[in-house]
């Protein structure tokens, strides 16, 4: 049996990479009945009934299930950064990657547009990122740095790009994998927006045997709908003080003797991060505040 990965689908129609080739394909009867469609990410059983068409008998099961954009078997989510124009947004950036946390992506970052700014700030982004626990990688397609880095990350996975507007997340595709034309350039908030609503997810092809979805920008995101006991695990660099504080159940805000602040006083946890973290703990109480 031969495997093929949904690209796009939309409206019952679906393509599917099989074989090497895009097919169209209609979904088995079963699945329209139980209100089950695909997702563009699925792997599925295609039977061929005509030239370049088929059905989809089978959906693999998934290892995981994007919401927004509703993408199936998602392993990693690449969050791209300006380093300037626009300014990076270490709040968002945090925010992000509290979204990847809790959806069980690897998450991987960006620091584009290096060819604009001093490497010392690009770099020292990179150590504090790199100390919480993550991959960064300094890029800019202007230059080339950084990006034969990226296209082995994106290799043998299915990945979303994620970041704000501008911040040269098609440019990173299109250099990348030079010809998939990606449109890049400024596009007007308010058009932005509508497109956005409109769009239909697509995964675009890459030659390392990846997938990978371009996202259009956003400048705000909400966070997971989540209990503030779980915030901290979805800080990794958290992990080591977890069962550390006096108290049992700390949220590390402003109970005493709490091993996670005593790390941030030393320097041993970057304090900008932890700002993130008692923001967004103020906005999930808040949010419980209001139900
Ligand atoms: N100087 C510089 N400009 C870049 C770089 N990457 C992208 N840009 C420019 O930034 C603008 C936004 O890029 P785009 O890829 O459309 O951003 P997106 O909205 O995140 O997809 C475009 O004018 C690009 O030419 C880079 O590495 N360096
Ligand atoms: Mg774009
Ligand atoms: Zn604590």
């Given at each position: 049996?031969i495997?093929?990965?949904?690209?796009?689908?939309?409206s019952?129609?679906?393509?599917?990479?099989?074989?090497?080739k895009i097919?169209?394909?209609s979904?088995?009867?079963?699945?329209?009945?139980e209100?089950?469609?695909?997702?563009?990410?699925?792997?599925?059983?295609v039977?061929?009934?005509?030239?370049?068409?088929?059905?989809?008998?089978e959906i693999?099961?998934?290892?995981s299930?994007l919401?927004?954009?509703?993408?199936?078997?998602?392993?990693?989510?690449?969050?791209?950064?300006?380093?300037?124009?626009?300014?990076i947004n270490?709040?968002?950036l945090?925010?992000?990657?509290?979204m990847?946390?809790?959806?069980?992506l690897?998450?991987v970052?960006?620091i584009?547009?290096?060819?604009?700014?001093?490497?010392?700030?690009?770099?020292?982004?990179?150590?504090?990122?790199?100390?919480?626990?993550?991959?960064?990688i300094?890029?800019?397609?202007?230059?080339?740095?950084?990006?034969?880095?990226?296209?082995?990350w994106?290799?043998g996975?299915?990945s979303?790009?994620?970041?704000?507007?501008?911040?040269?997340?098609?440019?990173?595709?299109?250099?990348?994998?030079?010809?998939l034309m990606?449109?890049?350039?400024?596009?007007?908030?308010?058009?932005?927006r509508?497109k956005?609503?409109?769009?239909?997810?697509?995964?675009?092809?890459?030659?390392?045997?990846?997938?990978?979805?371009d996202?259009?920008?956003?400048?705000?995101?909400?966070?997971?709908?989540?209990?503030?006991e779980n915030l901290?695990?979805?800080?990794?660099?958290?992990?080591?003080?977890?069962?550390a504080?006096?108290?049992?159940?700390?949220l590390?805000?402003?109970?005493?003797?709490?091993?996670?602040?005593?790390a941030?006083a030393?320097?041993?946890?970057?304090?900008?991060?932890y700002?993130s973290?008692?923001?967004?703990?103020?906005?999930?109480?808040?949010?419980?505040?209001?139900y």
């Amino acid at each position: 049996m031969i495997e093929g990965v949904v690209i796009k689908g939309y409206s019952g129609h679906y393509y599917v990479k099989y074989k090497g080739k895009i097919w169209e394909c209609s979904l088995r009867g079963r699945f329209r009945l139980e209100n089950k469609p695909a997702l563009a990410g699925d792997r599925v059983v295609v039977r061929e009934t005509g030239k370049g068409k088929g059905v989809i008998e089978e959906i693999l099961p998934r290892v995981s299930e994007l919401a927004r954009p509703p993408i199936a078997n998602v392993e990693m989510v690449v969050i791209v950064m300006a380093a300037k124009d626009p300014a990076i947004n270490r709040e968002l950036l945090d925010r992000m990657l509290v979204m990847a946390e809790y959806e069980g992506l690897e998450a991987v970052i960006c620091i584009n547009k290096c060819d604009l700014v001093d490497l010392d700030f690009p770099q020292l982004l990179k150590n504090t990122y790199g100390k919480a626990g993550y991959r960064v990688i300094l890029t800019s397609t202007v230059t080339g740095m950084g990006i034969e880095d990226l296209r082995s990350w994106l290799a043998g996975r299915i990945s979303v790009i994620a970041g704000p507007s501008g911040a040269g997340k098609s440019s990173l595709l299109n250099a990348v994998q030079p010809g998939l034309m990606l449109k890049t350039g400024k596009v007007s908030a308010k058009i932005g927006r509508g497109k956005h609503t409109t769009r239909h997810v697509e995964l675009l092809e890459l030659e390392v045997e990846g997938f990978v979805a371009d996202t259009p920008g956003f400048s705000s995101l909400n966070l997971p709908e989540m209990e503030t006991e779980n915030l901290a695990a979805c800080f990794p660099e958290f992990a080591s003080y977890e069962g550390a504080c006096k108290f049992n159940g700390c949220l590390h805000l402003a109970e005493p003797q709490c091993a996670v602040k005593n790390a941030v006083a030393q320097g041993l946890i970057d304090k900008s991060r932890y700002r993130s973290y008692e923001a967004f703990m103020k906005e999930l109480e808040g949010r419980k505040r209001r139900y």
